[in-house]
């Protein structure tokens, strides 16, 4: 399950236990309602288990969100973090 909340112009965009393919509209539903120049931040401290699709879907929120916006992951931990590191995510999301 994901949940989005809006305040201002911050997007929190808060991960259940699974990010993977199942999730795709869900995760996309919780950006797309953000207007332009939104800051987003991705909690995935629930999160257990990331698939490729996952990494996918990271991706298609930075091309949403633009070069100009800002995106956060916060909370990675256990294996969703290694994958990250493995895909080299650090280079272009601000992983905390």
């Not at 800002?70 to 905390?96: M, S, W, Y």
Request: with cysteine; aromatic share 10%; net charge positive.
């Amino acid at each position: 399950m994901i949940t989005s909340e809006l305040d201002g112009a911050r997007c929190t965009i808060i991960l259940g236990p699974r990010f993977d393919f199942s999730c795709r509209s869900e995760f996309r539903a919780a950006y797309s309602k953000a207007p332009a120049g939104t800051a987003y931040w991705v909690d995935m401290s629930q999160v257990k288990y990331v698939d490729s699709a996952a990494l996918g879907m990271l991706l298609l929120l930075r091309d949403h969100a633009g070069e100009l916006s800002r995106i956060t992951i916060t909370g990675c931990h256990g294996q969703p973090d290694q994958v990250l590191k493995i895909a080299n995510f650090h280079r272009i999301f601000r992983i905390e």
